[in-house]
């Protein structure tokens, strides 16, 4: 049985793929196979937009804060499933949902990806993780050297479709970068926020 959605407090998960452009040094999938008490979340195949949707309406979704896509992979890898997902919950439930994004839809699509969010998704989180490209090569990994341009420049087009964009920085890099993170995310006018570390 896949684990196509799991809870975390009053927050639900939406577990689309196990595909990601990164391997950052640290990912929780490192460690194990599942996050915060969830079974495996690795899939045996990506679910379709209609078997989501086939589990969500499982759940009463009235007693949950938020939904979020955020599972064992990046959810911008399937960007037109998570604007059809997100509008379906968004047109049927008066629920915020969020996206957990390491921002690099553009790059994994060759195309501008934030307009699909449009609609579909209240909160864009975006893993910023470090304060320069080189910082963030070396702690995120990426197939691309001008991933953090990229994902920069995601963030910002973001702020013209989705409501509220964040940037997240892992409490596992030195203070002094996160002095400058803040610095850079208030140059975009980005709200950032400093995340424990799990692992």
């Given at each position: ?45 990506e ?6 949707i ?42 915020p ?61 973001c ?23 803040k ?15 799990d692992?």
């Open positions: 049985m896949m684990t196509v959605l799991y809870t975390v407090g009053n927050k639900l998960y939406i577990n689309l793929t196990n595909k990601c452009p990164c391997s950052c040094t640290f990912c929780i999938r490192q460690n194990g196979d599942g996050a915060y008490g969830s079974d495996s979340l690795w899939l045996d195949r679910p379709t937009v209609d078997e989501v086939d589990e969500l309406e499982k759940y009463d979704l009235t007693q949950f804060r938020e939904i979020v896509f955020c599972g064992y992979g990046e959810p911008m890898e399937r960007a037109e499933d998570v604007g059809y997902i997100g509008r379906y919950i968004k047109d049927n439930f008066k629920i949902v969020r996206l957990n994004t390491n921002g690099l839809g553009d790059k994994i699509w060759g195309e501008p990806t934030a307009k699909v969010l449009e609609g579909a998704v209240d909160i864009v989180s975006v893993s910023l993780n470090q304060c320069s490209a080189e910082k963030y090569n070396a702690v995120t990994r990426p197939k691309w050297d001008d991933a953090f341009e990229a994902m920069i420049s995601f963030a910002a087009d702020k013209k479709y989705v409501p509220k964009v964040i940037f997240t920085v892992v409490d596992v890099i030195p203070m002094e970068d996160i002095s400058r993170c610095a850079l995310a208030m140059s975009l006018g980005i709200e950032l926020r400093i995340r424990k570390y692992g």
